[in-house]
T-cell receptor, first 114, second 114 residues
Framework: ETGVTQTPRHLVMGMTNKKSLKCEQH?????MYWYKQSAKKPLELMFV???????ENNSVPSRFSPECPNSSHLFLHLHTLQPEDSALYLC?????????????FGPGTRLTVT | DQQVKQNSPSLSVQEGRISILNCDYT??????FLWYKKYPAEGPTFLIS?????DKNEDGRFTVFLNKSAKHLSLHIVPSQPGDSAVYFC?????????????FGAGTILRVKS
């Protein structure tokens, strides 16, 4: 596979469930990102990892927990979510998190919290 | 505080004509701007970018214009094709302590009618 892949593509979970979103990039990039896109709103940056180190936590509630075991993989662990957390979650990667390198996005996980 | 604004939620254009998508920003510290295109069920894909030291960048049918004094940029697509129908996001790069952050607009839905 090439580019940025995300699994699952769709996820429905209850508020008491625990689930994880997975992202994998095959581009040799050093930076990875999680974004949230709610309906008719701009993409919101959630987390940034550079060389597997978290460099930004954009005031995200603790019910979202990221993990970056290596530069190719990024996870978003979810627990006790709220219905307002229903959104499209996008993963992205870039060569570096400095300079003007464009970010490459995965197809996203459509999350519905019931 | 939305620093990047796309005030037109949608635009409809006839095939072969010009599509003009607009974007306004408020932060004069932005020094690089990008346009992304998103099809349904796919992640955003990078389209074209422009540095703040330029006022125009052209790539095939796509041209981005930047007016720094007005804090305004636009994407011109000519001639428009049905395959251009998608959501277009304007984004700006902001330098942070940890690196660079992409700030996105809410997107404009472009429909090209054949």
């Amino acid at each position: 596979e090439t580019g940025v892949t995300q699994t699952p593509r769709h996820l429905v979970m209850g508020m008491t469930n625990k689930k994880s979103l997975k992202c994998e990039q095959h581009l040799g990039h050093n930076a990875m990102y999680w974004y949230k896109q709610s309906a008719k709103k701009p993409l919101e940056l959630m987390f940034v990892y550079s060389l597997e180190e978290r460099v930004e936590n954009n005031s995200v509630p603790s019910r979202f927990s990221p993990e970056c075991p290596n530069s190719s993989h990024l996870f978003l662990h979810l627990h006790t979510l709220q219905p307002e957390d229903s959104a499209l979650y996008l993963c992205a990667s870039s060569q570096d998190n400095r300079g003007t390198y464009e970010q490459y996005f995965g197809p996203g996980t459509r999350l519905t919290v019931t | 505080d939305q620093q990047v604004k796309q005030n037109s939620p949608s635009l409809s254009v006839q095939e072969g004509r010009i599509s003009i998508l607009n974007c306004d920003y408020t932060n004069s510290m932005f020094d690089y701007f990008l346009w992304y295109k998103k099809y349904p069920a796919e992640g955003p894909t990078f389209l074209i970018s422009i540095s703040s030291i330029k006022d125009k960048n052209e790539d095939g049918r796509f041209t981005v214009f930047l007016n720094k004094s007005a804090k305004h940029l636009s994407l011109h697509i000519v001639p428009s094709q049905p395959g251009d129908s998608a959501v277009y996001f304007c984004a700006a790069i902001r330098s942070m302590e940890y690196g660079n952050k992409l700030v996105f607009g809410a997107g404009t839905i472009l429909r090209v009618k054949s």
